[in-house]
């Protein structure tokens, strides 16, 4: 069998050898879940691609879990400043065995200046809108994104089997979006409009030596802005995580960092999948060594933007 029959099948949802293009959306959830996620579906493909719980944060378990550790390290954080100042009398020792001390207060109480909470909030808007086919803005919006992806070629119908050949998993591309909301469309859109070069190597698996069984590029696109709404904490009020209070740091000097994120979270995740050699079932592998690669960067302290991210530099206009 060819590597592009190989291809070919996996678009059509066809990994056990079986044409599934009709799925039962009802076995899929809102924006809170993950995207690609199997629940009680025996008849799907064992999709691997989408996030499982584990992999989130936003359970009200972990979320409490993650709350007791912070007032623990604010308690840790001042046993040391009181040991340092009244027994010791210098922060010089303590800072040695402590070097996180001081961060704790940040974490739990981040602040954010005006321009950060007015696009925090837009951002968060956007977020909340779900793909909805019967509007025709998002209809032109699907419209755009082939134009951009196959410049020249004649626009298929909103039902067609070309619409694989982009990575969808059947011949309704609105079926995809799920839980991803039309936020992920739009990031496919800024990533083909702001980065062509970078877009056009990704969609057409130009840079590397490539698996036989390859990830599906929009589908891929789809679970790369539900992994960065997970990793930000950007769900409902105030990011409280490292990362996400460092994404709002970027939001101060850029509008839409979110989708510039993404575009390097996308060329991250390619990258790895060539450094791996990693193929179709090994993709939320793939995707979780590129959630951890980015927290190490936003980590950074000479991280203050996007452009400042060393992955950034992977990109290509």
Known sequence: MSASTLRRRLHHGDVDGKRKEHFDTSCYGSLSEPLLKIHECDDLPALVMGLTLEDIWNSQQRRQCHHWTLIFSQLMDEWAHWLANIVLGSGSLIGRFFPFAGQSRDILHPYFGPLQEERLRKLQQRLGVSFDRSQVVHQDALKLLWRLAYPGREL???KSDLWKEMGWQGSDPSTDFRGGGF??????IFFAKMYPDSFQRLLHKKDGTRAKWEYPFAVAGINISFMLLQMLDLQTGKPSTLAGIKFA???AGDEMAFDNLYCVAF???DAQWLAKRASYMEFNDVL??????????LARKDVHRVKDLPAYNLLKG
């Open 249 to 251: 740091e970027f939001l």
């Open 156 to 158: 298929p119908s909103l």
């Open 183 to 188: 936020v992920s469309l739009e990031n496919l």
């Open 288 to 297: 979780k060594s590129t959630r951890m690669e980015l927290e190490r960067e």
């Open 267 to 269: 060329q991250m995740m």
